[in-house]
């Protein structure tokens, strides 16, 4: 079935760097934009980054531009957010999500489990 | 930035009640929105998008109307598996804003 799965989150000092990954399986990976949304604990969803099914263009919050990098592996259908820079309002459930379908401008229909990354000293 | 807020921020209502959510966005959207509920420690889940169109699956006593920059979220008979808090997301443009959220709760 289709299926993500994140991996990768921990705890990290402020400033620290951290890199998440999400396997993806069950659907044709590279076909589909992928995203990252986070949730910090007790409050609502934040979108964080995009990447075309490509990679060709990627899309960031404002919150984390300049910080975190989206990218991706088709070959290895797997999907990565690179955080370096990490604050303690990066604190957050991390998940990934998939396009609901191939192109452009589609909701999330696909989310993963999540995965708990702690920025704390 | 286009921003995305709701009303109400919570609701209470019994068993049978339709309910409606609203979304508004801070300028025009077409009809790029969608609406997921997110039970408590549950992960997301799309049930409209295209501010009207049922995601598969999902129960018909949800629908979704609007267009532009305001936009419903209805259930037309609450059940108790409707705990949830409901957001809307704008989704054009390679911006995914959310909504901050209502709170669903029985009566």
């Known amino acids: 079935q289709v299926q993500l799965v994140e991996s990768g989150g921990g705890v990290v000092q402020p400033g620290g760097s951290l890199r998440l990954s999400c396997a993806a399986s069950?659907?044709?990976?590279?076909?589909?934009?992928m995203h990252w949304v986070r949730q910090a604990p007790g409050k609502g969803l934040e979108w964080v980054a995009f990447?075309?099914?490509?990679?060709?263009?990627?899309y960031y919050a404002d919150s984390v531009k300049g910080r975190f990098t989206i990218s991706r592996d088709n070959s290895k259908n797997t999907l990565y957010l690179q955080m370096n820079s990490l604050r303690a309002e990066d604190t957050a459930v991390y998940y990934c999500?998939?396009?609901?379908?191939?192109?452009?401008?589609?909701?999330?229909?696909?989310w993963g489990q999540g995965t708990m990354v702690t920025v704390s000293s | 930035d286009i921003q995305m807020t709701q009303s109400p921020s919570s609701l209470s209502a019994s068993v049978g009640d339709r309910v409606t959510i609203t979304c508004r966005a801070s300028?025009?959207?077409?009809?790029?929105l969608a609406w997921y509920q997110q039970k408590p420690g549950k992960v997301p889940k799309l049930l409209i998008y295209?501010?009207?169109t049922l995601q598969s699956g999902v129960p018909s006593r949800f629908s979704g109307s609007g267009s532009g920059t305001d936009f419903t979220l209805t259930i037309s008979s609450l059940q108790p598996e409707d705990v949830a808090t409901y957001y809307c997301?704008?989704?054009?443009?390679?911006?995914?804003?959310f909504g901050p959220g209502t709170k669903v709760d029985i009566k």
């Open positions: 999500a998939k396009d609901l379908y191939s192109g452009y401008d589609w909701p999330f229909d696909i």
């Open positions: 069950g659907f044709t990976f590279s076909s589909y934009g």
């Open positions: 990447i075309r099914y490509d990679g060709s263009n990627k």
């Open positions: 300028q025009g959207i077409s009809n790029y």
């Open positions: 295209a501010a009207s």
């Open positions: 997301q704008k989704y054009n443009s390679a911006l995914f804003t």
